[in-house]
T-cell receptor, first 118, second 113 residues
Framework: DSGVTQTPKHLITATGQRVTLRCSPR?????VYWYQQSLDQGLQFLIQ???????AKGNILERFSAQQFPDLHSELNLSSLELGDSALYFC?????????????????FGEGSWLTVV | DQQVKQNSPSLSVQEGRISILNCDYT??????FLWYKKYPAEGPTFLIS?????DKNEDGRFTVFLNKSAKHLSLHIVPSQPGDSAVYFC????????????FGKGTKLSVKP
């Protein structure tokens, strides 16, 4: 158990709909990351928040947005869903902004939220 | 364009032997490299990391080697155990990138008893 909690674990929704994925980071971690894993693309970085502020953006679509709340939990909002958005969405957290990495400072992943768009 | 490449989608090894998983990268700005292990229905689990100022880092049965000139790193598992069977992801990060990781597509390791 990494200590990163994601809900829901599984979600099936129709095209055009909107969903919200929730993440609670490890206790004490200020940085939250969202990654998307699709079958052909591997793990793709979407966005990062640190202590409530957006710090880095990756390959995140404009239809997607995220936020980190004062209690440090984060939500990823996916709207106008398309079939191609079906994927496993991971949340991860770390104590600091990331580097330098070591066994004492690394990024811990949750178990993911499976999204199926039909 | 993939910045981190794991060219072997799968690897099969006999229990007790060495497993060598390879990873190549193209971005010379990467200065931290991590290996994650992933079991089905679980999130990636951190295994071992290496900074670009080192060429080797060891943790128990796991050793990561970094060849900066070749932009290549490898993960050695000795001896391999059936419980090591999982998908292994290589990831890289550059200082100043806020720590976000660029992942390879993974190598599925099967360790046969």
């Amino acid at each position: 158990d990494s200590g990163v909690t994601q809900t829901p674990k599984h979600l099936i929704t129709a095209t055009g709909q909107r969903v919200t994925l929730r993440c609670s980071p490890r206790s004490g971690d200020l940085s939250v990351y969202w990654y998307q894993q699709s079958l052909d693309q591997g793990l793709q970085f979407l966005i990062q928040y640190y202590n409530g502020e957006e710090r880095a953006k990756g390959n995140i679509l404009e239809r997607f947005s995220a936020q980190q709340f004062p209690d440090l939990h984060s939500e990823l909002n996916l709207s106008s869903l398309e079939l191609g958005d079906s994927a496993l969405y991971f949340c991860a957290s770390s104590v600091t902004l990331g580097t330098p990495f070591s066994s004492g400072n690394t990024i811990y992943f949750g178990e993911g939220s499976w999204l199926t768009v039909v | 364009d993939q910045q981190v490449k794991q060219n072997s989608p799968s690897l099969s090894v006999q229990e007790g032997r060495i497993s060598i998983l390879n990873c190549d990268y193209t971005n010379s700005m990467f200065d931290y490299f991590l290996w994650y292990k992933k079991y089905p229905a679980e999130g990636p689990t951190f295994l071992i990391s290496i900074s670009s100022i080192k060429d080797k880092n060891e943790d128990g049965r796991f050793t990561v080697f970094l060849n900066k000139s070749a932009k290549h790193l490898s993960l050695h598992i000795v001896p391999s155990q059936p419980g090591d069977s999982a998908v292994y992801f290589c990831a890289a990060s550059a200082s100043g990138s806020q720590g976000n990781l660029i992942f390879g597509k993974g190598t599925k390791l099967s360790v046969k008893p």
